[in-house]
């Protein structure tokens, strides 16, 4: 490891978290105490949702909104191809088929258009994918799921805390995933939440969270019924508290990320050989990751050489991400091949994620922009 290795990505958590998780330590609730409820009502009433349901990653709150949405055997739903995998694998756990929809080339998110085109009879649900904490086109996506009654299950791990046309993520789809790993706006360690404004989504949402379980007090205390197997999803308690914590910091946190972004967006504006993010006039983006697209054709070296040298010389850059129709399992199990998704193909082969996390200094910033800029400007054509 190079010595002052700046991550893509880090958790910023202080003496205060700490001592706030800490105390429920001490308590004899660990798990199923109070605080979830607590940080539930917190987080949904920032984001203008009714309900939130806590669980244990945001990988389990894409399954269990897959699963309450009423995703079986054969279902299919809409998502982007630009994404971590677990959009995608939830789907498959509930029996479904992730059907890609190619993304818009300016804010990397799905294209509506390619929504439509995609639509068949087993279509459930459109997926759309905040990308980097930019909301995606919500007026027409909420239209066309209207127009053929499917649901919407925005996955916002990327973007509490972004506004679409002044409304938060969170408010405004059937179903609203976060994620509070490390890496994430705020954090729980390991975390997830499902924001909803309908009541029958959210009671079945907490049964999913607990195995399924539905008590039947009226036949006894102790007596309870499982209709449908769930899962054990549950959060703790003490990791709660850490969000509740953390979740106090986080106009603090936005702030900060907005800083670096646009001092990154300053530096990088007039360097030819990248395209630096763009943002809608009518969202509020919450950058999670800053993500430069390399022209490669400006360049000498390829993407694999400059991320090398970036990394080399301490800067944690990332990829975000590996399409997730190149990924075996999607090729082999519904035929997807290289070239399906043109736009979202040609964004991944220059794309490179850098640093960018709101514990970063000053001092780290200028170090990213002056190692990319000698790089760059080492490697132009
Ligand atoms: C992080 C992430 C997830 C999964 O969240 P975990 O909490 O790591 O399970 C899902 N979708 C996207 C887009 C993510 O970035």
């Known amino acids: 490891m190079v010595k002052n290795f700046i991550p893509y990505g880090k958790q910023w958590i202080d003496e205060q978290d700490v001592k706030e998780a800490a105390k429920i330590?001490?308590?004899?609730?660990?798990?199923?105490?109070?605080?979830?409820?607590?940080?539930e009502h917190a987080i949904a009433n920032y984001c203008g949702a009714?309900?939130?349901?806590?669980?244990?990653?945001?990988?389990?709150?894409?399954?269990?909104?897959?699963?309450?949405?009423?995703?079986?055997?054969?279902?299919?739903?809409?998502?982007?191809?630009?994404?971590?995998?677990?959009?995608?694998?939830?789907?498959?756990?509930?029996?479904?088929?992730?059907?890609?929809?190619?993304?818009?080339?300016?804010?990397l998110t799905i294209d509506p258009r390619e929504i439509e085109k995609k639509i068949t009879?087993?279509?459930?649900?459109?997926?759309?994918?905040?990308?980097?904490?930019?909301?995606?086109?919500?007026?027409?996506?909420?239209?066309?799921?209207?127009?053929?009654?499917?649901?919407?299950?925005?996955?916002?791990?990327?973007?509490?805390?972004?506004?679409?046309?002044?409304?938060?993520i969170g408010s405004f789809a059937d179903l609203t995933i976060l994620s509070f790993h490390p890496v994430k706006t705020i954090t729980t360690g390991e975390g997830g939440m499902i924001l909803t404004n309908h009541?029958?989504?959210?009671?079945?949402?907490?049964?999913?969270?607990?195995?399924?379980?539905?008590?039947?007090?009226?036949?006894?205390?102790?007596?309870?019924?499982?209709?449908h197997p769930g899962y054990n999803y549950r959060i703790t308690d003490f990791q709660c508290a850490l969000?509740?914590?953390?979740?106090?910091?986080?106009?603090?946190?936005?702030?900060?990320?907005?800083?670096?972004?646009?001092?990154?967006?300053a530096a990088f504006q007039d360097e030819e050989a990248l395209i630096i993010p763009k943002e809608k006039s009518y969202v509020e983006a919450v950058y999670h990751i800053y993500v430069v697209q390399l022209r490669l054709e400006k360049l000498q070296a390829g993407r694999r050489e400059i991320f090398e040298a970036l990394q080399k010389r301490g800067i944690g850059c990332q990829v975000h991400y590996v399409p997730v129709h190149f990924q075996p399992?999607?090729?082999?199990?519904?035929?997807y091949?290289?070239?399906d998704f043109p736009v979202a193909e040609r964004y991944y082969e220059g794309a490179l994620t850098l640093p960018l996390?709101?514990?970063?200094?000053?001092?780290?910033?200028?170090?990213?922009?002056?190692?990319?800029?000698?790089?760059?400007?080492?490697?132009?054509?």
Request: contains cysteine; aromatic residues 12%.
């Open 50 to 107: 009714s309900y939130g349901v806590a669980v244990a990653s945001g990988t389990a709150a894409l399954h269990a909104a897959y699963a309450v949405a009423g995703i079986g055997q054969g279902d299919e739903v809409i998502t982007s191809p630009l994404t971590f995998a677990a959009t995608a694998n939830g789907v498959v756990y509930c029996g479904g088929k992730p059907v890609f929809a190619d993304i818009q080339e300016d804010t």
């Open 25 to 39: 330590l001490r308590t004899d609730w660990i798990t199923q105490g109070p605080v979830i409820e607590k940080f």
């Open 337 to 339: 091949q290289r070239g």
């Open 199 to 227: 009541k029958d989504l959210y009671e079945k949402l907490k049964v999913f969270r607990h195995h399924g379980i539905v008590k039947k007090p009226e036949q006894g205390g102790w007596y309870y019924e499982i209709e």
């Open 243 to 265: 969000g509740l914590s953390q979740f106090r910091k986080l106009p603090r946190f936005i702030k900060r990320r907005k800083e670096i972004v646009a001092r990154y967006d």
């Open 357 to 381: 996390f709101p514990k970063m200094t000053d001092a780290q910033v200028e170090k990213v922009i002056r190692t990319v800029r000698s790089i760059i400007r080492f490697n132009r054509k």
């Open 329 to 335: 399992f999607y090729q082999k199990t519904f035929g």
């Open 121 to 168: 009879k087993r279509t459930k649900a459109i997926a759309p994918v905040d990308f980097a904490g930019h909301p995606c086109e919500y007026n027409k996506i909420l239209q066309i799921a209207k127009k053929h009654k499917l649901l919407v299950i925005e996955d916002a791990a990327h973007a509490l805390g972004s506004e679409y046309r002044g409304k938060k």
